[in-house]
């Protein structure tokens, strides 16, 4: 089967214009869809569990009379745990464990420390009270997401976790509610869209207001987590999944087209990208992928995605290739190169990092350990891998001695009147000692 790939080189003149067009996402929703969740927001806080129940019954064609009919409890969670195949479910605890035990190591502790007139600073780490977690439903779930969003939120001792999924037509997934029992979630509702979103944030005689909403979702829900950001944290807005694979020419070419397929197939705007200065390296992966394609369950999708998004970019080295890795700033980079750990230190840039030829991105989506929710569409820029320090908040801690405080006062008083905040600087002069 011909697969038609973009074919970009650095030696083109038109190179960086050609790559940041091919890199282009605009991830902002139109505004029809602004105006039907905002109406959606505005009914799900004026009007509560009613307005869910009618969402919930139109866009998920349900038949619900009553808000408690949403709830999941934790025996019908236990319940799907046991459904489920016995290799599955095993998996699962598996990769709960190695999630857990990664986060484990973001934990951050309150300090403080005491200066020489006993003034003492620090800082106090708390976890947030109550978070939600939103799950897409349906066929299309994705437990390994409920153990990367929950897991953490867990670790860093988030005292209520309350999880949306989503379940059109009354389908219920039983991984999703599997990955809810073995991850730890407190309370389940089976609602979704724009109409979560918003009880999430404000709160319903059913759903309790959070501090806090993470998870994936459509324009939708993504919409909503911005229109209501300021109310609650959010965790980022998603674009579509991405990866940049680095390779020098010496991996399976087979390897290397199907790390890219496994991007390929999350959807059509999706995104794959493979550079290499060995321009025989990328015929040659091109050639297994024309093979391979056919083998693939999910084959039109991952063709839509390659052909409108993906790209093969040939470089003159790797010093070349790696710049373009800083520039691109994937979610997802492979370095499936000789001596990764030596260009590693080189990129400045990326969601996650997937080192040596052994390191396919797969093995993170579900089980390596670091969280597999990560900045998209060039924002690992200035962002961070979710993990255990976004479900926990800081607070500075002052306490100043007498002759501390008569320290401070001489330098913030002058300041303060420098600013004409003269009740300031008389707040301070008060603990002068003299």
Not at 116 to 134: E, K, N
Not at 336 to 364: Q, Y
């Amino acid at each position: 089967m011909a697969l038609s790939i973009k074919k970009l080189s650095t030696s083109s003149a038109s190179f960086k214009q050609d790559l940041d067009s091919l890199l282009a996402w605009d991830s902002v929703s139109d505004d029809k869809v602004q105006s039907v969740v905002a109406e959606i927001v505005t009914e799900v806080r004026q009007r509560g569990d009613q307005a869910l129940i009618e969402y919930t019954n139109k866009f998920d064609r349900r038949h619900i009379d009553r808000a408690t009919e949403l709830e999941i409890s934790q025996q019908q969670l236990q319940a799907a745990s046991e459904k489920i195949d016995a290799d599955v479910l095993d998996a699962l605890k598996e990769a709960a464990l190695r999630v857990r035990g990664y986060h484990e190591h973001q934990k951050q502790d309150s300090w403080q420390y005491t200066e020489s007139d006993g003034t003492v600073l620090g800082q106090q780490v708390q976890p947030l009270d109550r978070v939600g977690v939103y799950v897409p439903g349906g066929k299309a779930a994705y437990p390994s997401s409920v153990l990367m969003n929950v897991i953490p939120a867990k670790v860093a001792g988030v005292k209520e976790i309350i999880m949306v999924v989503p379940t059109p037509d009354g389908f219920v997934n039983d991984l999703v509610l599997a990955a809810a029992f073995i991850a730890g979630v407190d309370k389940v509702y089976t609602i979704g869209g724009a109409q979560a979103v918003a009880a999430l944030a404000y709160g319903t005689d059913l759903v309790p207001k959070v501090d806090k909403i993470v998870g994936p979702g459509n324009i939708y829900v993504a919409t909503a987590k911005r229109m209501v950001f300021g109310a609650v944290g959010i965790d980022m807005i998603a674009g579509p999944s991405e990866i940049l694979v680095v390779c020098d020419g010496k991996t399976n070419p087979d390897w290397i087209a199907m790390d890219l397929f496994s991007q390929a197939e999350h959807d059509e705007d999706a995104q794959a990208i493979l550079v290499s200065p060995d321009t025989a390296f990328l015929e040659a992966v091109q050639s297994s992928m024309e093979r391979l394609i056919t083998q693939q369950s999910r084959k039109d999708i991952i063709l839509a995605s390659l052909q409108g998004r993906g790209a093969f970019i040939s470089v003159e080295n790797m010093d070349e290739a790696i710049d373009i890795a800083n520039h691109v700033a994937a979610e997802h980079l492979e370095l499936s190169v000789d001596n990764p750990e030596l260009w590693v230190k080189k990129i400045r840039h990326a969601g996650a990092i997937f080192m040596g030829r052994h390191t396919p991105e797969a093995l993170g989506d579900y089980c390596a350990g670091p969280n597999h929710v990560l900045p998209t569409s060039g924002t690992a820029r200035f962002s961070s891998p979710l993990g255990v320090y976004d479900f926990q908040k800081r607070s500075s801690l002052i306490f100043c001695s007498i002759e501390g405080a008569d320290k401070l006062a001489k330098i913030a008083s002058p300041l303060a009147r420098g600013e004409s905040l003269e009740a300031h600087a008389i707040s301070a002069e008060y603990r002068l000692k003299s």
